[in-house]
């Protein structure tokens, strides 16, 4: 069966890039991933941690999201109140994966608990943890992290409640390996997230066309719609409602929050018009975060004003800074400020506000900006950087345009991923703008 899926990715990468699996088939999928990140990469991630016992525990339709992430492909909820335990034998060189639970968690993590013969699940936890007697035990919960912050105040209590007095004080926030597990990504993902990128990129090129604007009619929301529905079509997800706004020559430059809260929500697309859009997919639990402008043709035009094609470049020129930085062990901060001004003092204008990519489109790991956070972020920005890992190399570049009579922002992002070779593109990076319509070669335009 996995040899017969991997021939239908195959199949789906080198036909048609927007061709999605069917839902049977990205299940398999799916269990096949986690079962290859259950066998291969948790173990060096406990390792990596310092932690020999993880301990999550969840309520139905009120899932941490850690363990969101390793339910099996036909499980789309936990059931009633689950409890997973991984415990990590370095002198077996494995880890056990047991279920607190009434079932099997999928066929990886079986059920550890017979209620039989222990109607209490919390004193069955408790006997479990006595078993395996482990130096330190981790729990997901953490003040910088909202998605390794998991545990519910509930559970947490009655937890502590049963505990043995001899383990109180070997609990410990298992922040470090709750992100570990959310942002590193195994070799078969990251051949499947080059089909994710590209599937948005051909979406975003179909939007930024003829075939869904026509200037002087099409308005912004019209477009984000499109977007939404294509999507839909596809048998994906949107992980955000898509954004789409325009800077023009009769604007001022707008503020950060323009493309996203600020904008006329029904802004008619003209000729002139600089068009850019915030767009990303869901596909085998998997995001996607993409940012690209497109040039609205006028009369007579063929291609996009050389003023605007400079534009873009210096934004790609902010990128090449950044990522130059990329390096293991250093800081979201330390990215972010050596950036910053090395771009100044090359004449740029950079705004840099890049967020880990994966498991989720705002996922765990080190932030290196925000948009009102130029000077770092504190906790999320002092995690350093790690191999096999992916990022939303999201920035803007503030340029002067003065056939406009004022400035513009050239907003870009890409998905990146950063491995022991260094940094590279998923799926490229947008360095030519986009024209609506395309040019038709037997008509001049």
Not at 149 to 158: R, S
Not at 168 to 177: F, G, I, Q
Not at 315 to 340: A, Y
Request: aromatic fraction near 10%.
């Amino acid at each position: 069966m996995k040899k017969t899926i991997l021939i239908v990715l195959l199949a789906v990468f080198q036909s048609n890039a927007q061709q999605v699996l069917s839902v049977k088939e990205q299940a398999t999928v799916i269990d096949e991933i986690l079962a290859d990140r259950f066998n291969t990469v948790l173990p060096d991630l406990m390792d990596r941690t310092n932690l020999d016992m993880w301990i999550l525990i969840s309520r139905e339709y009120n899932e941490d999201p850690v363990l969101k992430t390793m339910l099996p492909a036909t499980w789309l909820n936990a059931r009633r109140r689950t409890i997973i335990v991984f415990y990590r034998d370095k002198q077996r060189n494995s880890v056990e994966k047991l279920a607190v639970a009434r079932y099997n968690f999928g066929d990886h993590i079986v059920s550890a608990w017979d209620k039989e013969k222990q109607p209490d699940q919390w004193q069955r936890l408790v006997e479990l943890i006595e078993e395996r007697d482990p130096k330190n035990i981790g729990l997901n919960y953490s003040t910088h992290f909202n998605i390794a912050d998991g545990l519910d105040k509930t559970d947490y209590d009655e937890f502590m409640q049963v505990l043995p007095n001899a383990y109180k004080n070997k609990v410990v926030s298992a922040e470090k390996l709750a992100i570990a597990w959310i942002e590193t990504r195994t070799d078969r993902e990251m051949i499947i997230y080059n089909q994710l990128v590209d599937i948005t990129h051909d979406i975003i090129a179909e939007a930024f066309s003829e075939k869904v604007i026509t200037p002087g009619i099409t308005t912004t929301s019209d477009v984000e719609w499109w977007m939404r529905q294509k999507v839909t079509d596809l048998g994906l997800q949107t992980w955000f409602h898509p954004t789409v706004d325009v800077q023009r020559s009769k604007d001022d430059l707008k503020g950060h929050l323009y493309s996203f809260s600020d904008r006329p929500e029904r802004q008619v697309i003209l000729p002139g018009d600089l068009v850019h859009c915030d767009f990303g997919i869901t596909y085998l639990r998997l995001n996607t975060d993409c940012q690209e402008l497109a040039y609205v043709l006028k009369p007579n035009e063929t291609k996009p004003p050389q003023f605007l094609v400079e534009a873009l470049k210096e934004g790609n020129r902010v990128q090449d800074i950044f990522t130059s930085n990329f390096e293991t062990g250093k800081t979201g901060n330390d990215i972010l400020l050596k950036s910053l001004k090395a771009a100044k003092e090359a004449g740029l204008r950079p705004s840099i506000y890049t967020h880990p990519l994966g498991s989720y489109g705002h996922s765990s790991g080190p932030t290196i900006g925000m948009w009102d956070s130029q000077n770092g972020v504190e906790g999320a920005g002092d995690y350093p950087l790690y191999p096999n890992t992916v990022y939303a190399i999201e920035l803007n570049t503030t340029v002067t345009i003065p056939e406009w009579k004022r400035d513009i922002r050239v907003m870009l992002e890409e998905a990146g991923f950063y491995g022991e070779n260094g940094f590279r593109y998923v799926n490229g990076r947008q360095t030519k703008l986009l024209t609506i319509p395309r040019l038709k070669s037997h008509q001049g335009n």
